[in-house]
């Protein structure tokens, strides 16, 4: 007897009552109050009793629900097992922490499940509004049918993150930009027609992503890094390393031609060979394991190369502006233990400029 490993009605069921009910919970902690804490040094990197409170929910209905599936969680410490699962179930608990300690509403509960590591069901859902997006064969906004907006590509609404804005998007003339925090939440509503298209600047994570993705195919749209490359999921490490795009089609075609236009940065970690940033190293830092890069258009911005010392990295090269230095740090201190900035005169075989 062949299994059958394709999400079912019933999946999606279980997901949109799985992710309401840890919603319940993390507003809940609103109400009451909460302490926060620091996953990095890095200021804006917050978890909360909520975040693990919430995962724990999800795990613990997923185990029940579906014993035979592996489960990746943020807030999980990561069960290797599930490398080896054809069906695996990919969760944020709370999209957007830093929305939900600041008191805003734009934080969202995010499931996804991946068959052979491609996006094939997703619910997000908004606690503080109550909207909850599904997507299978399809997609519905709190039950009912929704699709991508019919908007001239002209008037395309691009949903962009906040921080990204605020950072380095505010004097770009890309038009119809409109920032807010959780990304899970972002594709959602472009799965909806309430946006177009979006993308990033930094990296993310498989768990931000999956569940929006998912909507967005179910849609009809496309989500993809910025190069082209198919996202895939449930990879040995979880991380996205470099910038994405996704939404409608026509709007992503004329938005990936205007951010080379534009030539707006986007950042690329661990560059490897075969991949698009590798083209543009210098010649020294082609093939070494630790190199760390920002483009702008189709050129290099800025590099950083690390090397390991034990458990530690110490900055070994960064070239480029001092600000597209930093931002490359900023990621990379989120997930490991180097200085809090390199000191470009003693540390690097390069000098970045201001």
Not at 91 to 105: A, L, Y
């Amino acid at each position: 007897m062949t299994h059958d490993f394709a999400p079912r009605r019933s999946d999606l069921t279980f997901a949109i009552d799985t992710a309401r009910a840890a919603g319940d919970l993390v507003m809940n902690h609103r109400r009451r109050g909460f302490d926060v804490e620091r996953k990095s040094d890095v200021p804006d990197d917050f978890v909360t009793i909520a975040d693990r409170e919430a995962s724990e929910l999800i795990i613990e209905r997923i185990r029940r629900h579906a014993p035979f599936d592996g489960v990746l969680s943020e807030e999980m410490a990561d069960d290797e097992t599930r490398l080896a699962k054809r069906r695996v179930w990919i969760v944020d608990p709370i999209d957007g922490t830093k929305e939900f300690v600041h008191g805003s509403p734009d934080f969202a509960v995010s499931i996804g499940l991946t068959v052979d590591g491609e996006p094939r069901l997703g619910v997000v859902y908004a606690p503080a509004t109550g909207d909850v997006y599904a997507g299978l064969d399809g997609v519905e906004k709190n039950g009912r049918t929704v699709g991508f907006s019919k908007r001239p590509v002209e008037d395309a609404v691009i949903a962009v993150s906040a921080t990204e804005y605020e950072r380095e998007l505010t004097g770009t003339p890309l038009r119809g930009m409109r920032p807010s925090g959780s990304i899970a939440l972002k594709l959602a509503k472009i799965a909806a027609g309430e946006a177009d298209a979006t993308f990033t600047i930094n990296p993310r994570s498989e768990w931000d992503v999956c569940a929006g993705h998912a909507l967005v195919a179910a849609a009809g749209g496309s989500y993809t890094f910025r190069d082209g490359a198919a996202i895939g999921y449930n990879a040995p490490d979880p991380a996205l390393r470099r910038g994405t795009i996704g939404g409608r089609g026509d709007v992503v075609a004329w938005l990936a031609r205007e951010l080379d236009r534009l030539a707006v940065a986007q950042q690329h970690l661990f560059v490897r060979e075969g991949e698009a940033a590798f083209a543009l190293l210098p010649p020294e830092l082609r093939g070494h394991p630790s190199v760390h890069v920002r483009t702008a258009g189709r050129a290099l911005e800025s590099a950083v190369a690390l090397e390991r010392r034990g458990e530690a990295y110490r900055v070994a090269y960064a070239d480029g502006p001092a600000r597209g230095v930093s931002f490359i740090m900023r990621n990379l201190r989120r997930s490991l233990s180097i200085p809090d900035a390199p000191n470009f005169s003693e540390s690097t075989t390069s000098d970045a400029t201001e």
